[in-house]
T-cell receptor, first 113, second 115 residues
């Protein structure tokens, strides 16, 4: 049972373009939605996160859009750069109990120069 | 270095052997998590500790797996009688609980290959 579904599996964008990655969740008890960035040979690193009381959060070139009624959230990377080439994971957790993260399967982003 | 440290970075073993991994969390972090990541997948939760207490274990964690966190500092994950299906990246993460929605900081992982 996959609680967080992520798409697309891979994405190729030209430098300067917008990268968009989508996630959908099933468990309405989730109340924290982070995005992680992972480079080869490294562990995931927190990029940006949102809670369901807001519909959008922006940090630099990275924006999360959140649609609570549709149970969907997305990551937008503006002005994509070759250095953004990495695998991106969406995740979700509940603030009760262990707060363990449930991850999507990841999106491999390639930004061509 | 103030990040999460994992050792070894790579481990190759033969099926049936036992292996042990170590994780040193960020020093002031009281929560420590173990995740497993296979190729092309997101990390999957295995278990977590708050201080020295192991509070939750995933159904993924078979009886061959055991984790400890003595004194609430570093943690070890042992896999007994390894199987080829255990081949994966084992990730450790730590956090400091200071309200809802803690931030997890991951180490670079231990890549296990079971031949």
């Amino acid at each position: 049972q996959q609680q967080v579904k992520q798409s697309p599996q891979s994405l190729i964008v030209q430098k300067g373009g917008i990268s968009i990655i989508n996630c959908a969740y099933e468990n309405t008890a989730f109340d924290y939605f982070p995005w992680y960035q992972q480079f080869p040979g490294k562990g995931p690193a927190l990029l940006i996160a949102i809670r369901p009381d807001v519909s959008e959060k922006k940090e630099g070139r990275f924006t999360i859009s959140f649609n609570k009624s549709a149970k969907q959230f997305s990551l937008h990377i503006m002005d994509s750069q070759p250095g953004d080439s990495a695998t991106y994971f969406c995740a979700a957790s509940m603030s009760t109990g262990s707060e363990k993260l449930v991850f999507g399967k990841g999106t491999k982003l390639t930004v061509n120069p | 270095d103030t990040g999460v440290s994992q050792d070894p970075r790579h481990k190759i073993t033969k099926r049936g052997q036992n292996v042990t991994f170590r994780c040193d969390p960020i020093s002031e972090h009281n929560r420590l998590y173990w995740y497993r990541q296979t190729l092309g997948q997101g990390p999957e939760f295995l278990t977590y500790f708050q201080n020295e207490a192991q509070l939750e274990k995933s159904r993924l964690l078979s009886d061959r797996f055991s984790a400890e966190r003595p004194k609430g500092s570093f943690s070890t994950l042992e896999i007994q009688r390894t199987e080829q299906g255990d081949s994966a990246m084992y990730l450790c993460a730590s956090s400091y609980l200071q309200g809802p929605n803690e931030k997890l900081f991951f180490g670079s992982g231990t890549q296990l290959s079971v031949l």
